[in-house]
């Protein structure tokens, strides 16, 4: 019994030691919430007031916005600092329980570590910022870059939709940077025409209904991809002789690369209108069959075939004859 008593004293005095001798009074739990409010309003006002001069000194506006989210998470550190110490609890008391609360968020929330640290390779790295449009292959989304986290990437994609992807798997993904360095795209697109049409003339058309296109770049000095220069101005090659027509590609590049889809859309049409003035055809599969006195005779017989015809049966008796045997 009395190795019960002592044990049950033993525990008295480890919770003693973990929370405080007594429960706090009212004043000290309204300053304590009072405490919390102003430390949670003044997080906003010291990013208000901080948010322009760290903007100005970091360029990049996805290392801005992580700084400004350490800056508001230290301030309601601090806050709750004060909170604490206004309800009684030391500074030994506050480690140990934050260092048990800390190790059970390592347990359950294990997978958001590789967020972070992926989260912080691509700060790291640049892939992407803020504001650039880029494009995942593997899932064919494209959009703007809304967000960037120590956690995850947000995207706005072309569909008004948005798009969060831990940064965990972004980094193991291909992405399309349109918007890096240079927003300048180069398209291409892709038509036939018939053997009988002008190849020549359908290739300088082709360059010059791309020109006429608002979104293209009509001319100018060449513009270089690594060591690598292209012509500014649309070009239009071969491609290939197919077995419908000729197949050409025109290449060109866009002032901007946000409406693709739109300026491809665009050239088609002022290529087919610029064929249809200068009469250059399309081709299309379609086969012609030619027989002349070269082409031979075929030789078509027919075997008749006898057709078994029931034999009559014979005709039935009268009924007078019936009736005489």
Not at 17 to 43: H, Q
Not at 80 to 97: C, F, R, T, W, Y
Not at 124 to 131: C, L, N, S
Not at 190 to 212: P, V
Request: net charge negative.
């Amino acid at each position: 019994m009395l190795e019960v008593l002592q044990t049950s004293e033993s525990n008295g005095d480890d919770v003693n030691g973990v929370l405080p001798s007594t429960f706090p009074e009212p004043t000290e739990l309204g300053l304590a919430l009072v405490v919390l409010i102003f430390g949670w309003f003044l997080s906003k006002l010291v990013v208000r007031l901080a948010g322009r001069t760290i903007a100005r000194r970091i360029e990049r506006p996805s290392v801005t916005r992580t700084v400004l989210r350490g800056v508001r998470v230290s301030v309601l550190i601090v806050t709750l600092i004060v909170v604490a110490a206004i309800l009684g609890l030391s500074g030994g008391e506050i480690l140990l329980q934050v260092t048990v609360i800390s190790a059970v968020i390592a347990v359950v929330l294990a997978p958001l570590v590789g967020s972070l640290i992926n989260g912080l390779f691509i700060l790291a790295d640049r892939p992407y910022e803020i504001g650039d449009m880029i494009e995942i292959t593997d899932e064919g989304h494209r959009g703007f870059v809304e967000d960037i986290t120590i956690r995850y990437t947000k995207i706005f994609t072309l569909q008004n939709t948005f798009i969060v992807i831990p940064n965990s798997e972004i980094q193991q993904r291909d992405v399309i940077n349109y918007s890096a360095e240079d927003e300048r795209t180069r398209i291409s697109v892709e038509f036939e025409i018939t053997y009988e049409s002008d190849l020549e003339a359908a290739r300088r058309h082709a360059e010059r209904a791309a020109r006429s296109v608002d979104t293209v770049i009509s001319g100018g000095p060449d513009i270089r991809i690594g060591s690598a220069r292209y012509a500014a101005a649309p070009v239009c090659t071969i491609r290939e002789y197919a077995d419908d027509g000729i197949a050409l590609e025109l290449f060109f590049w866009t002032k901007r690369p946000y409406k693709q889809t739109l300026a491809r859309s665009s050239v088609h049409a002022a290529v087919r209108k610029r064929f249809l003035e200068n009469d250059i055809e399309f081709a299309y599969p379609h086969r012609h069959h030619v027989f002349d006195e070269t082409s031979g005779v075929a030789r078509v017989s027919r075997t008749p075939e006898t057709v078994d015809t029931p034999e009559s049966d014979p005709s039935p008796q009268s009924h007078d004859d019936a009736v005489e045997e």
